[in-house]
């Protein structure tokens, strides 16, 4: 049952270029979409998001585009930087009552930035 | 900066041993979940706790799971009956508001041997 599926394991770029990390989802109930970045023996660390009624939202050098009828989200790294490198989990959140939420995620991505 | 807190950072125990996962949340968080991720698969949603009840808990969460918040900061995870597949990291989160985010403790990881 992959709801949130990212679909690259991996990937490396070269610093200062552009990485762009993909993710597809198949439940139409997610409202809300975030990106995590996870270190070795950390918790996931929230990155950015955005709500299903935008198609982009931008914070510093991270962009998510989301394209909803194609069910799919990507996030944007410009210019990446070597800090960068670590697992980069989608999430999907669907909601629940009372104003609550459950996280779908995906696999992850590792991606690592090449100096 | 706040952040959520989860002790022991890692716990062995023998198959058929109660554990208890302890985890202090954000302050004025309001909702609390607990996610594992076994080694190599995805992150996993297991329950989430609001107003001193379960609002919602996913298959793997069955009778031997169980979640308290025996007082104003902690929020427990006992697993009663341990299994082999019950080796995982264990993640607790919290969360302030309708539309925040969740933040995430660094996790304890179970072996059960």
């Known amino acids: 049952d992959q709801q949130v599926k990212q679909n690259s394991p991996s990937l490396s770029v070269q610093e200062g270029r552009i990485s762009i990390l993909n993710c597809d989802y198949t439940n139409s109930m997610f409202d809300y979409f975030l990106w995590y970045k996870k270190y070795p023996a950390e918790g996931p660390t929230f990155l950015i998001s955005?709500?299903?009624?935008?198609d982009k939202n931008e914070d510093g050098r991270f962009t998510v585009f989301l394209n909803k009828s194609a069910k799919h989200l990507s996030l944007h790294i410009v210019p990446s930087q070597p800090g960068d490198s670590a697992v980069y989990f989608c999430?999907?959140?669907?909601?629940?009552?009372?104003?609550?939420?459950?996280?779908?995620f995906g696999t992850g991505t590792r991606l690592t930035i090449i100096p | 900066e706040p952040e959520v807190t989860q002790t022991p950072s890692h716990q062995v125990t023998q198959m058929g041993q109660e554990v208890i996962l302890r985890c202090v949340p954000i302050?004025?968080?309001?909702?609390f979940y607990w996610y594992r991720q076994i080694l190599g698969q995805k992150v996993e949603f297991l329950v989430s706790f609001y107003n001193n009840e379960i609002s919602e808990k996913s298959e793997i969460f069955d009778d031997q799971f169980s979640v308290e918040r025996p007082d104003g900061s902690n929020f427990t995870l006992k697993i009663r009956s341990t299994k082999l597949e019950d080796s995982a990291m264990y993640f607790c989160?919290?969360?302030?508001?309708?539309?925040?985010?969740?933040?995430f403790g660094p996790g304890t990881r179970l072996t059960v041997t």
């Open positions: 302050s004025n968080h309001l909702y």
């Open positions: 999430a999907a959140s669907e909601p629940l009552s009372f104003g609550n939420e459950k996280l779908t």
């Open positions: 955005i709500s299903s009624i935008k």
């Open positions: 989160a919290s969360r302030g508001d309708f539309g925040g985010e969740q933040y």
